[in-house]
């Protein structure tokens, strides 16, 4: 079957052999208007891309994404949670059982239990222990006390990765110019890059990185979020 566009003027299908792409032409044979070619293949790719969009919104949020809007709030405030455990905490937890129970132990514990305090020692551990809290910390988290959460306010958004009010955060801001689209992390994890929303904008501005560690079917459902939120300002 011939591929066919539609003509912007009368609607009727246009064959390829009246379409010249270099000099971006078209010349409908049913009503004789001519239109440029690149318009018509835009309007094609807004119609996909707005399909998409509506199609990946109009089913259910992913099982573990939390999606909470009030219809009261002026601002049209939209809170995306996702709460998940993770596999990892089921080697994470004895791991950090051993290495932070085993080193805190050898280097704190010896000293509470002869009572002699050595500060050589207790500086030497100090390392140790960031460490050992920072274990502790991606175990709750993997254990899924923590949560990645992703707030939008008409222009304005957050995106937050931690346990309770401890955690990292990014505010950036996004307009009907922002582009929406996947991409990987720079960081790798086991040798692999972590799949991440990417917005972008024709300004030249920095690109803003957000929802990694967030789950391949979390992170689609937000990116069609963003993405009509991005229409509506």
């Known amino acids: 079957m011939t591929k066919t566009y539609a003509c912007p003027k ?29 318009d018509v293949v835009g309007e094609i790719d807004e119609r996909r891309y707005a399909d998409d969009v509506r199609g990946r919104l ?15 709030d002026p601002t049209g405030r939209i809170v995306l ?41 207790s500086l030497f551990g100090i390392p140790f222990l960031l460490g050992s809290l920072f274990l502790i910390f991606i175990c709750l988290f993997a254990l899924g006390a923590g949560k990645h959460m992703l707030t939008l306010e008409r222009g304005k958004g957050r995106f937050f990765w931690g346990i309770g009010p401890l955690g990292f955060w990014r505010n ?19 040798g692999q890059s972590q799949l991440e929303l990417h917005l972008t904008h024709p300004g ?10 967030m789950d391949e079917d979390s992170i689609d459902y ?12």
């Open 172 to 190: 950036f801001t996004y307009d009907r110019q922002t582009k929406v689209e996947q991409g990987y992390t720079r960081y790798q994890s086991n």
């Open 10 to 38: 009368c609607g009727h299908d246009v064959p390829l052999d009246k379409i010249n792409v270099a000099k971006d032409i078209m010349l409908c044979p049913a009503c004789g208007e001519t239109s440029c070619f690149s």
């Open 222 to 233: 937000v990116e069609a979020v963003l993405k009509r939120e991005v229409s509506r300002v």
């Open 58 to 72: 109009n089913a259910a949020p992913p099982k573990h994404l939390k999606v909470e809007c009030d219809p009261m």
């Open 81 to 121: 949670t996702q709460r998940k455990f993770s596999k990892g905490a089921l080697f994470l937890v004895p791991f950090t059982c051993l290495w932070a129970g085993g080193s805190m132990a050898l280097i704190y514990g010896t000293q509470i239990y002869s009572g002699k305090f050595n500060l050589g020692v």
């Open 204 to 213: 030249g501005s920095d690109t803003v990185h957000i929802c990694a560690g």
